[in-house]
């Protein structure tokens, strides 16, 4: 299972509306969507894994900043990743700014 949680580190506060998209990498295929919501989090991304290899989940930054009355630089953000064990609970968090992001493996 993919979840993820963002926080927009202008406001200091989650960041309600960002749809967030789970892809495979090879072959490429959409594999769920979701949009985060008021507590920042989409909880759970398409269906389980099912197999190990290269992922991404990509964020519509710029939709999300237009929201909020914002300019942004980056207007998608594209974290790829490798899932090693298919069966295990991944956690990505996004620290979300206009002009700046950071990430890391939660738990």
């Known amino acids: ?3 993820t949680h963002v926080l927009d580190v202008v406001t200091g506060r989650p960041a309600e509306g960002v ?20 507590d920042g989090r989409v909880g ?13 989940l990509v964020f519509e930054a ?3 900043f237009a929201k909020t009355g914002q300019t942004c630089f980056f207007p998608q953000v594209i974290i790829a ?12 968090p ?3 700014g206009p002009f ?8």
């Open 44 to 56: 759970e991304l398409g269906p389980a894994l099912g197999r190990t290899g290269d992922h991404r």
């Open 1 to 3: 299972m993919i979840s």
């Open 81 to 92: 990743f490798t899932v090693v064990d298919p069966a295990a609970r991944l956690h990505i």
């Open 94 to 96: 996004l620290l979300l």
């Open 62 to 64: 710029a939709a999300y």
């Open 19 to 38: 749809t967030v998209i789970l892809e495979e990498i090879d072959p490429f295929t959409v594999l769920g969507s979701g949009s985060t919501d008021a």
């Open 100 to 107: 700046a992001y950071s990430t890391y493996r939660g738990s």
